[in-house]
């Protein structure tokens, strides 16, 4: 369950922060660096993982608290798209949250699930976890595109070759997958804590 929300938090929301930078109107170079110096960013401070994880007390209570963080970071996404304008440095200011908080769960997360299974599961137990994984990211990419189609009807009518009968508007759209995505993590806190 936490890795099909994960999953799903992935496809609809992180993969479109380059999307929704050029819907803004931000130009192909921000949306280029959208997608590269937050991740830089949050490379930088996972250093301070170890640390988290000593002062919350358990690597489980560090990655839930990420995952908080990162489900609540969508929120500032979903009202920029509704509002349909975002300064350029709040954009990366969440992108890179995002990317910190991510990558600051990680080390931890590998650490906990590592003790979690044991040694003559644990090759079987991944390697079944990892093919539902990439499905849901496929699945999840295929939801969120489809949702940003029905938000923009001339591409689609230009795609699709016929005309969807649905008018929603882009901002819109991207309302709906960051919101998805901030579910979907939140979602997976839930199985976080029951595991």
Request: aromatic share 12%.
């Amino acid at each position: 369950g936490d890795g099909v929300t994960h999953a799903f938090m992935v496809g609809l929301g992180e993969t479109n922060f380059p999307l929704f930078a050029l819907a803004l109107g931000k130009g192909d170079a921000v949306a280029g660096l959208v997608a590269t110096v937050p991740q830089l960013v949050g490379a930088i401070l996972q250093l301070c993982a170890p640390w988290g994880v000593r002062k919350v007390g358990s690597p489980r209570r560090w990655i839930m608290c990420c995952a908080t963080i990162q489900g609540l970071g969508f929120v500032p996404m979903v009202a920029a798209a509704a509002m349909g304008a975002m300064p350029t440095w709040m954009l990366f200011a969440v992108a890179s949250l995002y990317w910190a908080v991510n990558l600051g769960a990680a080390p931890a997360w590998n650490t906990w699930v590592g003790a979690l299974f044991p040694r003559r599961i644990r090759v079987r137990y991944f390697g079944w976890r990892s093919r539902i994984y990439q499905v849901s990211i496929m699945g999840s990419l295929l939801v969120g595109g489809s949702i940003l189609l029905v938000g923009d009807p001339s591409r689609a009518k230009r795609l699709l070759g016929t005309d969807l009968g649905v008018e929603v508007g882009l901002m819109a759209a991207f309302a709906v997958l960051f919101a998805l995505a901030g579910a979907s993590r939140l979602w997976s806190i839930w199985f976080l804590k029951h595991q």
